[in-house]
């Protein structure tokens, strides 16, 4: 499985951003997708995931800000931004759940 994350940028607070992940290698429909970020000096955590069959679920930081959605017939999910903090600042990274090996991150920058 191939995983390629793109969209990220440098913002100022308050703005927004859309990610955007295409997965290849996969029966891509039939597996949850997750979003994940790694801070500096952090652990990588999950921030939000879907299901195959749509359900959503978001860490509490993150609620009602960011919102993730998946294209089947593109292979593709997607993270969008939205009410960006500089907390938010990290690099991005999609995976399959269960995790496969971790592909190309993008990072995202907010500026206070």
């Known amino acids: 499985v191939q995983l390629q994350a793109s969209g990220g940028g440098s913002v100022q607070a308050g703005g927004s951003l859309r990610l955007s992940c295409a997965a290849s290698g996969s029966i891509f429909s039939i597996y949850s997708m997750g979003w994940y970020r790694q801070a500096p000096g952090k652990q990588r955590e999950l921030v939000a995931a879907?299901?195959?069959?749509?359900?959503?679920n978001y860490t509490d930081s993150v609620k009602g800000r960011f919102t993730i959605s998946r294209d089947n017939a593109k292979n593709t999910v997607y993270l969008q931004m939205n009410s960006l903090k500089p907390e938010d600042t990290a690099v991005y990274y999609c995976?399959?759940?269960?995790?496969?090996?971790w592909g190309k991150g993008t990072l995202v920058t907010v500026s206070s």
């Open positions: 879907i299901t195959s069959g749509g359900m959503t």
């Open positions: 995976n399959q759940l269960p995790r496969v090996p």
